[in-house]
């Protein structure tokens, strides 16, 4: 079909040329073959008036070879099939062809190895037809010529352009195959020229090249392969690109330069290794219904141009940007379909854009990025699945309205240093009225869907800016972040389910209300340095880490807010003063209820802290703060303080937390407080000089009181059936007049030094390891009551005091680990040992004892029993094992072993009473002197004195 085209074509074309010459003469045609020379063809053209056509005949080879003519006269110059025309470029065989004449045409040749194989200057009316041309420096060159029709020709491997049109008018070239030359198409200083269903491949230059031209169309041409761009458009103006297919080229595919009233339109631009499109320099320029994908840099590139109207196209998966712009004005881009690039939109520099009803995705970097711009209106768009959806850097003027912008990687709104200090009255500024929340704004961000991003919304540095009405759902940061910016408006938005913070602010001035802040995974509100703080009358419900967070906010005003089952913190105030929290309901929070962390002088009155995770209240480095008749309940701590002086926690009801009330803070007046259910303990106190007086705490699973600083004073508090009713960490802590009862493991615990312990009653349930557990030094225990524990008292330590207590217990009354203790004047009883002593230079005198196995239980050298009781032990009233201890004045009759049992060396048992079974020492130089043995008969008579060992003294011993 395509042979039964191009042969048409010769016979219509060698028809016209015949008809027009026998309009004026009769119609001659000369025939020349492979025999005629150079000179007779010429001859034959010069020579002969009446010639209208000149054809080559095929008699043999069809080879003419080095015929170069030049065509003086209206000539059709045709061929039979398989004539070639071969120069030699050696030679200096310059034209095959040399046209220099009007009404001239060149059918049917193969022109080989010419420097150029046809060439015109100057003519008119010229048609070159259904040739071949190759291997020549130049093709087909036509200069200054008029109404010429180039068509239907192979040009092939030249060095030179494949066709050169200069300074020509109505150039007609069409279905030519343009391969392996320079420029497949070079046209400069033309006009009114047609470039369709052209294939123009693998050129070294561009495909076609337009220079200094008026009124091209470039229309339904295959264009790919060339090294150069598809289309280079410079200096020209009225220019139709369609319908062509421009695919992997070296440069651009379609490249336009200081060129103005351009069209391109309902191309397929695909794989070139620079842009897609590129105008640079340019104005009133229309990018149409194109398709542009796989470019190796931008989609569509522009730069240094206005009113450029991009419409309708497709820009995918272009190595760069979909489309980039930079240092334009008054750029349109409208239903674009842009995808799969690098950044879907990028402007730098530019002025008065309107990005409105595009669908961007899929973009690895950022759906629309400004850098430096102003006066950008962004409506309407469908900004998804991208790295990021809109981001402004040093920009002002910016209208965000009514986008879609959802799931993408960054962040969906990115503002960042605004230039509004470069707006001045009389600057142009195409928002006028557009609605913005407040006309005073730089910035309006309304209306907006932004969901399912990584971050929503961030500021920074960007001034006057006003978010209203937005949805802001399901982002995986925070719904909005705000950074060292001012006069900042956030309202009536709906701020929902995002994974981080709903609002971030950072050395701000925001103004925030009416906002549904909800099922955020951070805090609801989070501000950091933002003075004067107002949150009021927020719905903050849900929200992960808390509900409202303060850092560095002075004066700030939190009242009647709903803070409401937040699975992190209620609210969290650090590093400000004169905060009044009142009258807020912070319910079911799963993180801190309250928290401040180094204010002063504040107030926290008359709050429901209820069910929250962590903490009900915590005041860190707060200092001359008053928690005043709070409800605090279900929390972790009930009230933590730390690090601070001079608060006061009174008249609060703290109840079933896990800790009641933990403080490290100094001077702190504990008061009057009702404690109960903790699941840890009580009230645990880590700073010093505080005083705890007059609480209640019940039902402790740790410690009613913990006890971790020195110098505190806890009096007059009642703590019953908790774990442990009191641990004492720390030295020099008073406590006294305090009723301790039915706590599940020890009443009183004490792991330090100088504690006065005195007057308290303990009592447990008989099942308690130890009524009072003491490891420390100096401690003075004095007049207290234990009752009810399997062990009375175990010491484990030097110096401690241990006076007119009394103890009943099952197993042990007294243990002592450790030297130059003193215990005295106690009363024990109920128990199977006594006393049991481990340990050097101890004095244990003036106690009594009713057990049921040993007395006394001594293990060591140099300790001091004296005028102790201790009768009718089923073993011994008093065993020890050690050297030089002394036993003295003390009544232990009716033990069934022993009244003494000693091993040892050097020891003194004297003046003691040991009746039935009396006294047995295993060692040397022991001294047993003037005891009283009692009269026995029978079978213990013999255990009146048992002596094994050398140079014992045994003197003055009687009944």
Same mark, same amino acid.
């Given at each position: ?6 042969n ?5 074309s060698?028809f ?13 045609? +000369? ?46 110059i ?8 071969v120069g ?25 190895? +010419?420097?150029t194989?046809? +060439? ?16 020549s420096?130049f ?9 010429t029709?180039i ?6 491997d ?5 066709i050169?049109?200069?300074s020509?008018?109505n ?25 369709n269903?052209n ?35 410079s ?9 062509n ?15 103005s009233?351009?069209?391109?339109e ?15 320099d340019?104005n009133?320029?229309?990018?149409n ?5 796989k470019?190796?840099?931008?989609g ?8 450029v109207k ?19 004005e ?7 379909n842009?995808?799969s ?6 402007a ?46 040093y920009?002002?003027?910016?209208l ?25 009255w009389?600057?142009?500024n195409?928002?006028?009225n557009s ?7 730089y ?12 971050e929503?919304?961030?500021?920074n540095?960007?001034?006057?800016t ?9 982002n ?15 309202s009536?938005?709906?701020?929902t389910?995002?994974e ?37 009358t ?7 880490d808390?509900g ?8 700030a ?9 937040n ?5 969290f ?20 209820g ?10 926290i ?5 209820v ?20 409800l ?10 730390g ?19 933990n403080?490290w ?9 009702n ?32 006890v971790?600083?020195y ?17 004492i ?12 009862n ?36 100096y ?11 399997l062990n ?11 006076e ?7 197993n ?41 196995n ?16 201790a ?9 020890v ?18 009244g ?7 020891n003194?048992?004297t ?11 295993s ?34 011993n009687?009944?």
């Open positions: 079909m395509k042979n039964v085209y191009k048409l074509l010769v016979f219509l060698i016209v040329l015949i008809v027009c010459s026998l309009s004026s003469v009769s119609a001659v045609i +000369y025939h020349v073959n492979e025999t005629s020379t150079l000179d007779d063809i010429q001859d034959l053209i010069d020579t002969k008036g009446d010639i209208t056509g000149l054809h080559f005949d095929k008699l043999g080879s069809g080879l003419y070879d080095s015929i170069g003519l030049d065509i003086t006269h209206a000539i059709t045709t061929c039979d099939v398989g004539v070639k025309l030699s470029i050696d030679d200096f065989n310059d034209y095959a062809f040399n046209i220099l004449s009007d009404n001239v045409g060149i059918i049917g040749f193969t022109i080989s190895e +010419y420097i194989g046809i +060439y015109s200057d100057g003519y008119s009316n010229i048609n070159i037809n259904n040739n071949t041309l190759k291997n420096e093709s087909i060159d036509i200069r200054s010529t008029n109404n029709t068509t239907n020709n192979s040009v092939l030249s060095d030179g352009d494949g050169s049109i200069s020509a008018n150039t007609n070239i069409s279905g030519n195959n343009i391969k392996n030359v320079s420029n497949g198409v070079y046209l400069t200083e033309s006009n009114n020229t047609k470039i269903d294939s123009i491949n693998n050129n070294s230059g561009d495909g076609v090249s337009i220079d200094s031209s008026d009124t091209i169309t470039v229309d339904n041409n295959e264009i790919s392969d060339n090294e150069g761009d598809g289309i280079y458009l200096e020209s103006k009225n220019i139709e690109l369609k319908n297919i421009i695919s992997n080229n070296g440069g651009d595919g379609v490249s336009v330069s200081t060129s009233n351009v069209n391109i309902s191309n397929t631009i695909d794989s070139n290794d620079n842009n897609g499109i590129s105008v640079s340019s009133d320029t229309k990018i219904k194109n398709k542009v994908k470019n190796k840099n931008n569509i590139s522009t730069d240094y141009s206005r009113k991009i419409t309708n196209n497709h820009a995918s998966s272009n190595i760069n940007d979909g489309i980039s712009l930079n240092n334009v008054n750029i349109s881009i409208n239903d674009n842009i995808s690039n690098n950044y879907g939109i990028y730098d520099s530019s002025d008065i854009i309107y990005i409105t009803d595009n669908n961007i995705t899929n973009n690895h970097e950022t759906g629309i990025f400004l850098n430096y711009d102003k006066n950008i209106i962004m409506t309407d768009n469908k900004i998804t699945n991208n790295n990021g959806g809109i981001s402004a850097f920009s002002t003027l910016l965000i309205r009514s986008n879609i912008i959802e799931n993408n990687l960054g962040t969906a709104i990115y503002l960042n240093n605004d230039i509004n200090n470069e707006i001045t009389n600057s142009t195409i928002l006028n609605y913005m929340g407040h006309a005073s704004y910035v309006g961000i309304v209306n907006n869907i932004i969901k399912n991003n990584l929503s919304i961030e500021i540095t960007f001034n006057y006003s978010m209203v009405f937005n949805t802001i759902r399901s995986l940061n925070n719904g909005i972040n705000i950074y060292s910016s001012n006069n900042i408006s956030i009536s938005n709906n701020i389910n995002n981080g913070n709903g609002i971030f602010v950072s050395e701000s001035d925001v103004s925030i209300g009416n906002n549904n802040i909800s099922k955020n995974n951070g805090f609801g509100v989070y501000l950091i340095d933002s003075l004067r703080s107002v949150v009021w927020n719905l903050v419900f849900g929200n992960n808390g409202i967070l303060l850092f560095d906010c002075d004066d005003w939190l009242r009647y807010n709903d803070i409401t089952s699975i992190g913190s209620g609210i105030g650090s590093g400000s003063k004169n905060l009044t929290i009142e009258v807020n309901d912070v319910f079911s929070n799963v993180g801190e309250l928290v401040l962390i180094d204010v002063f002088n504040s107030n009155r008359y709050n429901n802290i069910g929250n995770r962590y903490e009900g209240i915590i005041l860190s480095n707060v200092n001359r703060t008053e928690v005043f008749n709070n605090v309940k279900n929390n972790s701590i009930g009230v933590y303080i690090s601070g002086f001079s608060n006061n926690i009174i008249w609060n009801f703290i109840w079933d937390n896990v800790e009641g009330i403080t803070g100094e001077n702190t007046k504990i008061e009057n407080n404690i109960s259910n903790s699941k840890t303990n009580g009230i645990s106190i880590g700073g010093i000089n505080n005083k705890i007086k007059n609480n209640t705490i019940t039902t402790s699973k740790g410690y009613g009181i913990n971790l600083a110098n505190n004073t806890i009096i007059t508090n009642r703590l019953n059936n908790n774990s442990i009713g009191v641990y960490g720390a030295d020099k802590t008073t406590f006294s007049n305090n009723n301790i039915n706590n599940k493991h020890t009443g009183i615990e004490i792991v330090s030094s100088f504690n006065i312990v005195k007057n308290n009653r303990i009592t447990g349930s008989n099942n308690e390891n130890y009524g009072v557990k003491i490891s420390g030094n401690n003075n225990f004095t007049k207290n009551t234990i009752s009810g524990f009375g008292v175990s010491l484990k330590g030097n110096y401690n005091l241990l007119k207590n009394t103890i009943k217990a099952k042990y009354g007294v243990i002592i680990k450790g030297s130059r203790n003193l215990l005295e004047k106690s009363i024990i009883s109920g128990v199977k040992v006594g006393v049991s002593v481990s340990g050097n230079k101890n004095s244990i005198i003036y106690n009594k004892v009713k057990s049921k040993f007395g006394f239980s001594i293990m060591g050298i140099s300790n001091y029993l004296g005028r102790n009781t009768n009718g032990n089923k073993q011994n009233g008093i065993k094992w050690g050297d030089k201890n002394i036993i003295t004045r003390n009544t232990l009759n009716k033990n069934k072993i022993h003494i049992s000693l091993r040892g060396d050097k003194i048992i003046l003691n009473s040991v009746k039935i079974r009396g006294i047995k020492v060692g040397d130089n022991n001294s047993i002197t003037k005891n009283k043995l009692g009269k026995t008969k029978g079978k213990d008579s013999k255990h009146r004195l048992c002596i094994k060992g050398f140079k014992n003294k045994v003197k003055r009687t009944n």
